[in-house]
């Protein structure tokens, strides 16, 4: 084989190199803009959809909440006094520690409907439960959550 002969195969293996290259990089690029454009949105929307879920039941546990209960969450915030449910639940739901003690409180609640004995199958430590009451049950996990 020439000199030439091996020049020009060196320069076609690279061509096709290049083009495999090119249409590897297309792809990739094709695969990014698919990406973004479908699952994207449908991801967003998805979350979108389950925070705008969440807000509606929260806003529906709390005006079921009398305006004192409602103060106790917004406990350490000045000026609640003079504000209706209306403006008291859109406090609560634009700060996060009174969010966060809504949370809390909702676990107590959902705990307190389970029996003893399935209190006790969720401590860690049964042994310690033998003769607590529910409440004492119900404050033993969460601050074993905590």
């Known amino acids: 084989m020439s000199y030439k002969e091996s020049k020009d195969r060196d320069s076609k293996d690279n061509a096709i190199r290049h083009f495999i290259f090119g249409g590897v990089l297309l792809l990739d690029a094709l695969g990014e803009v698919i990406f973004n454009l479908i699952i994207t949105p449908y991801e967003k929307a998805k979350k979108a959809?389950?925070?705008k879920l969440l807000l509606e039941k929260r806003k529906q546990l709390l005006s079921s909440k009398t305006n004192d209960q409602l103060r106790a969450l917004l406990n350490g915030i000045k000026l609640t006094s003079g504000l209706n449910k209306a403006e008291l639940i859109h406090s609560i739901l634009s700060n996060?520690?009174?969010?966060?003690?809504?949370?809390?409180?909702?676990?107590?609640?959902?705990?307190?409907?389970?029996?003893?004995?399935?209190?006790?199958?969720?401590?860690?430590?049964p042994d310690k439960a033998s003769r607590l009451t529910k409440s004492q049950l119900v404050e033993l996990i969460m601050s074993q959550e905590k």
Do not use: H
């Not at 996060?96 to 860690?124: A, H, P, R, V």
């Open 49 to 51: 959809k389950r925070e």
């Open 96 to 125: 996060e520690k009174s969010i966060e003690k809504l949370i809390i409180e909702e676990k107590k609640e959902k705990l307190m409907f389970k029996t003893n004995q399935e209190l006790k199958s969720i401590l860690k430590m």
